[in-house]
């Protein structure tokens, strides 16, 4: 029944309007229900950076050297599920934090919360499979079949947590990496006018927010570090393993080497902004060099049959005519 209501032709034509209805309204309430994230992710640093500030210090508590306070923590039933199914053990890895962070989650919040989620997509997707298969309706499959298609629902569960964290890895990467050469602009101007490093990362951070929060969120952890670590090395390398760019790491290097050898920075900062520019341009042309083969086939799809339709309806219509 669904293979002829999808030969129908005017069934297709009702499932292409209703795709083209949906994306126009989608199209044009996007803007209109899309929110200004940038005081959640300010609202994100300031905790962050009490977080920092509440473990320098534990640690001058551990020392004997000052008064502590005690750290927030998440919900208590996920933290009590997360500790009685001992989630952390077979389901956290020490890379899947790093990636959250990158992400830019960070806390013990949404470190259990991944791994929940990590334990209930795949018995979710096994149970809607499952039930969809063998109960709503078997689509004339036989059971072996239908035992397999369950098992690779399973499997898209476990990868659904993973590829929404890479997603959102590889969308924090690129807006960081369009706003660098001008972040590092910024700060080389920071620099060269007298300001210390603390200064012109937090100057930054503040000129940056409005049009690239996850850069200015970034510089402002930097800033915050860099005030309540015991070494200025350790601020730089976690801006460098936080962010995951090469050109990142490159300007952290920079620093670190600045910090030890007592070199001036002016200039790495400006060979450094060029370099980001000439990536960025580079990438650029590649993308566009690339353009015309995957254009091909778009070409041949959509555009050939209209102008083929366009071109030949006025002589088919003269033909019929003279008939």
Do not use: H
Request: net charge positive.
């Amino acid at each position: 029944m669904i293979m002829q209501a999808l030969s129908d032709p005017q069934t297709i034509a009702m499932l292409l309007a209703a795709v083209a209805a949906a994306a126009t309204v989608f199209t044009i309430a996007m803007p209109l229900l899309a929110g200004d994230n940038l005081d959640k992710r300010l609202k994100a640093v300031a905790v962050e950076r009490e977080r920092i500030r509440q473990r320098e210090r534990e640690r001058l508590v551990a020392e004997g050297q000052g008064r502590g306070s005690l750290r927030q923590k998440p919900a208590e039933k996920v933290r009590r599920f997360v500790e009685q199914f001992k989630l952390r053990d077979w389901l956290g890895t020490e890379d899947a934090k790093n990636k959250l962070i990158q992400a830019g989650f960070r806390g013990q919040k949404a470190e259990y919360g991944f791994l929940v989620s990590r334990f209930f997509v795949p018995v979710g997707f096994t149970i809607v499979a499952t039930f969809y298969l063998f109960v709503v309706d078997d689509f004339d499959l036989s059971f072996i079949i239908r035992v397999a298609i369950v098992i690779f629902a399973t499997y898209l569960g476990v990868k659904a947590p993973e590829i929404y964290l890479k997603n959102a890895i590889d969308k924090r990467r690129t807006a960081i990496k369009r706003a660098w050469p001008d972040a590092l602009d910024l700060l080389l101007i920071c620099a060269e006018s007298g300001s210390s490093i603390e200064q012109g990362f937090r100057k930054v951070s503040t000129e940056m927010g409005p049009s690239a929060f996850e850069l200015a969120e970034e510089m402002a952890l930097t800033t915050a570090e860099l005030s309540y670590l015991p070494d200025r090395k350790l601020a730089y390398e976690n801006l460098a393993n936080r962010v995951g760019l090469d050109t990142v790491k490159s300007v952290a290097t920079a620093l670190i080497q600045a910090e030890r050898y007592g070199t001036p920075i002016g200039q790495a900062l400006r060979v450094l902004s060029q370099e980001s520019r000439d990536m960025r341009m580079n990438e650029a042309e590649k993308k566009a060099a690339g353009l015309p083969p995957k254009l091909t086939v778009p070409m041949i799809l959509f555009f050939l049959p209209v102008l083929f339709a366009v071109i030949m309806t006025p002589a088919m219509i003269q033909i019929f005519e003279w008939q």
